[in-house]
Nanobody
Framework: QVQLVESGGGLVQAGGSLRLSCAAS???????MDWYRQTPGKQRELVAT???????NYADSVKGRFTISRDNAKKTVYLQMNSLKPEDTAVYYC????????WGQGTQVTVSS
């Protein structure tokens, strides 16, 4: 069983920044890690991915504003979010696949206009 614990969400004004963290209970060295987000009534949306080798991919809506990174020694993945917009408001979830898919509990990000 893998536990993923997110932190760092909160309320921020448009144009501001937040840094989300996701701490895993098992090694993430060989694991592709993702950040998703979800708003009420909508499907969960893939925001950013980081492969085990460090290669990254982003949704078009966050390119140039968000940066995903990983610290394998700390078993932690980060999402640096800059130039936040009200449409970034969502619950953000960390995801990783070991033998199965594992999700964190989610952290709320609210961007006020």
């Amino acid at each position: 069983q893998v536990q993923l614990v997110e932190s760092g969400g909160g309320l921020v004004q448009a144009g501001g920044s937040l840094r989300l963290s996701c701490a895993a209970s098992l090694s993430i060295v060989s694991i592709t890690m993702d950040w998703y987000r979800q708003t009420p009534g909508k499907q969960r949306e893939l925001v950013a991915t980081i492969l085990s080798g460090g290669r990254t991919n982003y949704a078009d809506s966050v390119k140039g504003r968000f940066t995903i990174s990983r610290d394998n020694a700390k078993k932690t993945v980060y999402l640096q979010m800059n130039s936040l917009k009200p449409e970034d408001t969502a619950v953000y979830y960390c995801h990783g696949r070991w033998s199965y898919d594992y999700w964190g509990q989610g952290t709320q990000v609210t961007v006020s206009s």
